[in-house]
């Protein structure tokens, strides 16, 4: 008996043991299982972080894409109102005064002149000579003259302000001359040039609106 004792006993303790460490081993697994999900929630975490900094940077991307955009029409808009002013100044302060000038100037005296000093005669840069009250005079054909192409020594027929003879003009620019076409030319770039930032202005204010 006290050996079956003993054995049940040391039976019962070892059963009892095996179950406790058995127990240990679950509680163990089960802490290591919640450690695992913390851990795991971490890293679902540290994901969802980057998701939101991915699309932080897909909303910036997207933000400089869209100010490169805008920036291609407004920048024609400042340029076709830079030269639409610039040819509409051109034409209003520069080649109708010449034009009106050239056309002052058909009831002149008139003259047989010769070419003195070729060159630009558009800019004003040609200058002829003749006989005017017993006096040679040499004077500067205004802006917008004909016969640039012409060489020094050229006649030149010529029509001149009898009280005051520097004051001449070709009698062939005393029409209106290469001013007046130049004038309308200028005008009509100005006017185009004027569309186009309307146009631009319209695309960028569909743009603001979707």
């Known amino acids: 008996m006290g050996l079956n004792g003993t054995v049940d006993g040391g039976g019962s303790g070892a059963r009892t043991g095996s179950g406790a460490g058995a127990v240990g081993g ?21 994901e969802s972080g980057s998701g939101s900094a991915g699309v932080g940077g897909w909303g910036g991307r997207a933000g400089v894409h869209e100010t490169g955009q805008h920036l291609g029409p407004r920048a024609s808009l400042l340029m076709s109102l830079a030269f639409a002013l610039l040819l509409g100044a051109l034409s209003a302060l520069v080649m109708s005064p010449a034009a009106q000038h050239l056309r002052s100037l058909q009831d002149g005296e008139r003259a047989r002149a010769t070419l003195h000093t070729a060159g630009a005669c558009m800019t004003g840069q040609c ?28 006649a030149v ?22 001013a007046a076409l130049l004038a309308w030319l200028t005008a009509g770039a100005a006017v185009f040039f004027l569309a186009l930032s309307g ?8 743009q603001r609106r979707t």
């Open 26 to 46: 679950r509680r163990s697994r089960n802490a290591g299982s919640a450690g695992n999900g913390s851990a795991g929630n971490g890293s679902g975490n540290a």
């Open 127 to 154: 200058k002829v000579t003749f006989e005017a009250d017993g006096q040679t005079v040499v004077a500067d054909l205004p802006v917008g003259s004909g016969g640039g192409k012409s060489s020094v020594g050229a």
């Open 157 to 178: 027929d010529v029509r001149y302000q009898a009280d005051y003879p520097r004051v001449v003009a070709r009698t062939q620019d005393t029409g209106g001359g290469g």
């Open 199 to 206: 146009a631009a202005a319209i695309f960028l204010a569909r």
